[in-house]
């Protein structure tokens, strides 16, 4: 049988949260976005560094461990979501997260197809150097890719667009 | 508590300035994004570690009012752990994990941690703001059972019934509310 505590709590924060004072969400959002306005730059230099780093990635050659090329490659993919995120960059985000859907959904022992990497790469670097209006080539960049992860993980949770 | 999906009004006024916030993460650049958004929201990071090791050694001297923890480098390990330190008041303080993508493999280690919410990303400041008001107004009880510790997962507010209630919850919550009730009716005679 398992025993079930129940602990009424109030959190300080609650406390704190209504003192008078303070700011409007209106201000607080003002302010948010005028800090993070002044990463945008470091932002898209990490960005470009990490897309460079994923297409120069080559695949595990024999006697290599493709798990270790595999996190690298994941772990450039978060790379990317965190340091476009913030900017309003849901398409690199997007882009990213279906090549850490794909990766995570690799089956342990199992052969992995790298052209996944390499296409994610590229089209990366392509959604990259796309300008602001070019909303339908970036449209079609990712309802391709999305096509893959479909494809590859049909129960996969995730819009194209 | 307002609904978990309830967008916030833009006049809505809170007070964030005395709240004593701990950030744990080990990509510099992700923590200096939720350090820059935090100070936008009035509210000053007073300890941001790297590692779970180092947010050990915070939590067990100082105590904090809410903790934002990346989800990767284990972070639910270091919920976990809190929740189940005996720490207090830190063991119960609100917990914000935040992830850029979360692994299958760990679904159920990050819902299961005792965190009060988790944040996907892309980071956007609105959804960050939105959970912290929504967390500091978070009145679920903390429960234990079993292998878990942390704030009740279901996050629909059930309510005693009137009559011929057996839930051993609802009971406990009835009895709480009675007492809660006896005690504000006591507080003006002293």
């Given at each position: 049988m398992t025993v079930v505590m129940w602990k009424p709590r109030t959190s300080r924060l609650s406390t704190i949260i209504d003192q008078p004072g303070g700011l409007s969400v209106g201000v607080a959002m003002a302010q948010a976005r005028a800090n993070l306005e002044d990463l945008k730059g470091q932002a898209e230099a990490i960005v470009a560094e990490r897309i460079a780093r994923l297409a120069a990635l080559k695949p595990p050659g024999a006697?290599?461990?493709?798990i270790l090329a595999l996190n690298e490659a994941y772990e450039i993919g978060r790379a990317v979501i965190d340091a476009a995120g913030p900017f309003d960059r849901d398409d690199l985000c997007k882009a990213a997260a279906g090549l850490c859907d794909l990766i995570d959904a690799a089956e342990q022992g199992a052969p992995f197809d790298w052209r996944i990497v390499t296409v994610h790469a590229q089209a990366l670097q392509l959604i990259l150097g796309?300008?602001?209006?070019?909303d339908a080539a970036r449209t079609e960049i990712l309802a391709n890719l999305h096509h893959m992860v479909k494809r590859k993980i049909p129960t996969i949770d995730q819009s194209a667009d | 508590m307002s609904d978990a999906c309830e967008p916030l009004r833009e006049s809505a006024v809170f007070n964030l300035t005395e709240a004593v916030v701990m950030v744990v993460d080990d990509s510099p650049f992700s923590m200096e994004v939720t350090i820059q958004a935090l100070q936008g929201f009035?509210?000053?990071?007073?300890y941001a570690v790297k590692n779970a090791a180092q947010a050990m050694d915070v939590l067990k001297l100082y105590p904090i009012d809410m903790l934002l923890v990346d989800c990767e480098m284990d972070g639910h390990e270091l919920v976990r752990w809190l929740r189940r330190s005996?720490?207090?008041?830190n063991a119960y303080v609100p917990v914000i994990m935040t992830a850029s993508h979360v692994r299958r493999s760990r679904v159920a280690d990050v819902r299961d941690c005792g965190a009060n919410f988790l944040v996907t990303k892309p980071f956007s400041a609105a959804v960050v703001l939105e959970r912290i008001i929504w967390v500091a107004r978070d009145n679920r009880p903390f429960l234990e059972a079993g292998d878990y510790s942390g704030?009740?997962?279901?996050?629909k507010v059930s309510k005693p019934r009137?009559?011929?209630?057996?839930r051993a919850d609802m009971v406990r919550l009835a009895d709480h509310l009675a007492r809660q009730a006896a005690a504000a009716l006591e507080e003006p005679k002293a």
């Open positions: 006697g290599q461990d493709p796309l300008p602001p209006e070019a | 009035g509210i000053r990071v007073k005996g720490l207090e008041p704030p009740d997962r279901r996050f009137d009559d011929n209630e057996r």
